[in-house]
């Protein structure tokens, strides 16, 4: 587990991560690392009390539906009304979290806030892309804006039990009652939607994206966006393929074979239909992926794990982009390439959006320095915000992929310690 602390030093805004509990695991993936996006701290540039914090609301239909959280608690979620022209539009997130692929993973992960309701925070700060100040977050300030939570384990797409673990494996019964709970709440009515999450949310939102769609009249203007969700199947710098195997792992322990795309399984076998590069082009409804090319979650954790790495060459380079040595930018590099072409098809259509920017950084919608600051990451100048609202109200292009690393100086890089 990492402590998110953002640091102010003479370079910008870094992000330092801390361990907890003076706890630190990278030997092998067997979850996904903890994250929280919108983690406000006493070195923030901001004062927490500028923040709109809004408190967590259980969906007790939950019991009765079998949606629950990994331990078989209720699950929840977070929500803020639109006012005046924001009224009838509704932004979703969902919540990064992590995977667990094994029954010891799984059974941990019950005593953690992606696991039970019972850890989760009574109360969170909306910011960056849930900000309430149009000064922060200017298209999507005044909508509805929700926040479901994360404590399943598998993006929001198993369903299945397992006794002697007492785990349940609930997420897509878990998004189904959270849609059936905002349906209550006047989403079905929208003017315009809008479906996002980050990391393991931005791989649910392209899981889902398309059901979302259908929740709605064929008038209403409905759109995804992935941040961070775009996960790489590709080969560490020992050969191995340590995602591959968690998302094997995952696929198979909660069942989640039965609740992926055909169109993808009559291609691929079941772990590849996890991967979001093998998922993208068969989104039939309009999505933005934004993404890190040198995303710091996969450098670390799909592609130079201890693991792969015993001889420690990779330690410095792994958690600070600064001190990796030539030949590691050339491999980091080669990762980018990877990416940029897995987008390749994605990026022909119209209705489709993309910003790749070369930073070392991993989630960017819901942190107000990256999402719209006068600082924040931009690509031909363009900062993220901007490029998604352009996207979502088509008034300009949204197809940016920046340059390789160390061309882009707007970025906020983040480091481990």
Known sequence: MKKLVWNLTSF????????????????????????????????????????LWVPLTLIQSGTENGAVCLDGSLPGYHFHPGSGSGAKNWLVQLEEGQWCGTIKTCVNMKSTRHGSSKYMEKQLPFTGILSNKATENPDFYNWNRVKVRYCDGGSFIGDIENKTAKLQFRGKRIWSAAMVELMGKGIRSAKQALLSGCSAGGLAVILHCDKFTNMFDPSTRVKCLSDAGLFLDTTDVSGGRPLSRLYADVVKLQNIATQLPNDCLKRLNSTSCFFAQNLINQVKNPLFILNAAYDWWQIQESLTPKSADPSGRWSDCRFNIAKCNASQIKFLHGFRTRMVNSISGFTKPSKNGVFINSCFIHCQTENHDTWYSKNSPAVKNKRIAVAVGDWYFERGGAKLIDCAYPCDKTCRNEIVE
């Open 12 to 51: 910008g805004l870094l992000l330092l991560m801390l361990p907890v509990n003076g706890v630190m695991e990278y030997d092998e993936i067997e979850g996904f690392t903890n994250f929280n996006g919108t983690k406000v701290t006493e070195n923030d540039v901001h004062s927490e009390a500028k923040f």
